[in-house]
C-alpha cells in the first residue's frame, strides 16, 4: 500500500474531537476513568488471537510499527491464579506496549490476575467477553458474560480495584439475541457505570449454540453501523470497532467515526500492512517505512537469543509465513519456511537463510 506522505488521518483531529467531548461530559466519573487510558496508543491495534498473537508474534509485528497496540492470546484467569501457570505472563520488553487479555468472571480471581498483569509491566488489562468457544461457555466466561451485565459489571469493577492501569473489555454486539441494540447499550452501561475505561466491539453477534467460534467468527453478517449508534449514544466512553477490517485505508474511514481500530485475521495473514501504520494511522513520520528484509535482520537477533535459550526456532519462524502475502513469490516464502526438513529442530540459520531468499524477493518488482 501506498501511504504516501500524509496521514490517512491525522491524530490531532482526534485528540481534538476528544477534548471537546470530554468538555461536553455530563458525568464527572467518566472523566476521571478515561484519563488513564492512552487514546493515541488505541487508534490501531491487533486483536487477542489464541495460539497466534504470542509473545515472538508480538516482537514481529513490533518491527513493523512502534505505535500499534498489541495483545495477547487470551489467559485464563483461572489457569493464572489456581494452575498457577504464570509463565503466560512473561512478556519480552522487545514487545513494547501490550495489553494482556483475562477471561474470567469470578472477580476476586479477575482482581488477582490483573494485578499480576500490572507487575509483569502490561499497559492495560482486558476482559474477554466475546469468545463463543464450547470451552468457555462451559466456564460461563467469554461472550456468556454479555448476557449476565451485572456479573460483568462485578468482574469490572473489582479489576478497577486492583489495578491502576486502565481495565477494558472486548465484547460482541449481541449474544444468542434478536435485540442485539438494547442488548448491547445495557451491558456497555453497566460497565461504563463499573469505570471500564474502553470497549472494544466485535460487530458481530455470537450464537453460542449451533456454530463453532470459527463460523461465529464468518456469520453472521458484521453490523459496524451498531457500533456507530453506540458511540453516539456514548459519546463520552472510548469505542472500538473490530470485525472483517482488511487494511489501513478501512480503519482510517471508521476511524473518522470512532475512538479505535483493532485489526484480527487480516493483520497476521497480512503483516506486512502494518508496515504503513506509523505514517498513515499514527502521523509519526521520523522513521522510514520499514522493509521486509529491514525486519528480518532485525529478527535475526532475537531469533539467535531465541535459539541460546533453547526455544525452537519455528516457534518465530511461524509468525512469518504471510510476509510477502500478495506479493510475487509468496508461496515459495511459505514453503521455504514451512517445509524446511527439520523444522522443529531448526537452528537460528533457517532465519539467515530466509533472509538471502527474502533479498532477492523484494528485489523482484
Ligand atoms: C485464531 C484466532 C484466535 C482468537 N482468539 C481470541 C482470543 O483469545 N480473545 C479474543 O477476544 N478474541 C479472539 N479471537 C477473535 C479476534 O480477536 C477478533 O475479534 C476476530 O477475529 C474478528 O476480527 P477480524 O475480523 O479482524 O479477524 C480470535 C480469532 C482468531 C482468528
Request: include cysteine; proline fraction near 5%; charged fraction near 25%.
Amino acid at each position: 500500500m501506498d501511504v504516501g506522505h500524509q496521514p490517512i488521518i491525522h491524530p490531532g483531529r482526534v485528540m481534538g474531537r476528544f477534548f471537546f467531548r470530554l468538555a461536553g461530559s455530563r458525568l464527572g466519573r467518566y472523566v476521571v476513568s478515561m484519563s488513564a487510558l492512552d487514546r493515541q496508543r488505541h487508534l490501531l491495534s491487533i486483536a487477542p488471537m489464541m495460539d497466534w498473537t504470542d509473545r515472538h508474534c508480538r516482537v514481529f509485528l513490533r518491527l513493523l510499527s512502534r505505535h500499534v497496540l498489541l495483545y495477547s492470546e487470551m489467559l485464563p484467569v483461572d489457569a493464572l491464579i489456581i494452575g498457577g501457570a504464570f509463565h503466560l505472563l512473561s512478556r519480552r520488553e522487545e514487545e513494547g506496549a501490550v495489553v494482556a487479555q483475562l477471561g474470567g468472571v469470578h472477580p476476586e480471581r479477575l482482581a488477582d490476575g490483573a494485578r499480576r498483569v500490572e507487575d509483569a509491566g502490561f499497559v492495560e488489562v482486558n476482559l474477554n467477553a466475546g469468545c463463543p468457544s464450547h470451552r468457555v461457555q462451559q466456564a460461563g466466561i467469554g461472550a456468556c458474560l454479555m448476557k449476565t451485565p451485572l456479573v460483568a459489571a462485578r468482574a469490572v469493577a473489582s479489576m478497577k480495584r486492583a489495578v491502576s492501569i486502565p481495565v477494558t473489555v472486548k465484547h460482541r454486539i449481541g449474544v444468542d439475541t434478536v435485540d442485539a441494540e438494547s442488548q448491547l447499550v445495557q451491558f456497555v452501561a453497566a460497565l461504563a457505570d463499573a469505570g471500564c475505561d474502553g470497549f472494544i466491539v466485535h460487530a458481530r453477534l455470537a450464537h453460542l449454540r449451533g456454530l463453532n467460534p470459527k463460523q461465529n467468527r464468518q456469520c453472521p453478517a458484521l453490523r459496524p453501523d451498531i457500533v456507530y449508534r453506540l458511540k453516539a449514544r456514548f459519546p463520552h466512553l472510548h469505542i472500538e470497532l473490530n470485525g472483517g477490517i482488511h487494511d489501513l485505508e478501512e480503519a482510517a474511514r471508521h476511524l473518522a467515526h470512532l475512538d479505535g481500530v483493532m485489526i484480527g485475521r487480516a493483520a497476521y495473514r497480512n503483516p506486512f500492512l502494518l508496515a504503513g501504520a506509523d505514517r498513515a494511522i499514527f502521523g509519526d513520520f521520523s522513521r522510514p517505512t520499514p522493509s521486509r528484509v529491514d525486519v528480518l535482520r532485525k529478527l535475526i537477533d532475537y531469533g539467535e537469543r531465541l535459539a541460546a535459550e533453547g526455544e525452537p526456532i519455528w516457534h518465530l519462524a511461524r509468525h512469518l509465513l504471510g510476509l510477502f502475502h500478495g506479493r510475487p513469490g509468496a508461496r515459495r516464502w511459505r514453503r521455504f519456511l514451512s517445509e524446511h526438513p527439520h523444522r522443529m529442530a531448526a537452528s537460528a540459520r533457517l532465519l539467515q537463510e530466509s533472509l538471502r531468499l527474502a533479498e532477492t524477493l523484494e528485489a523482484t518488482p
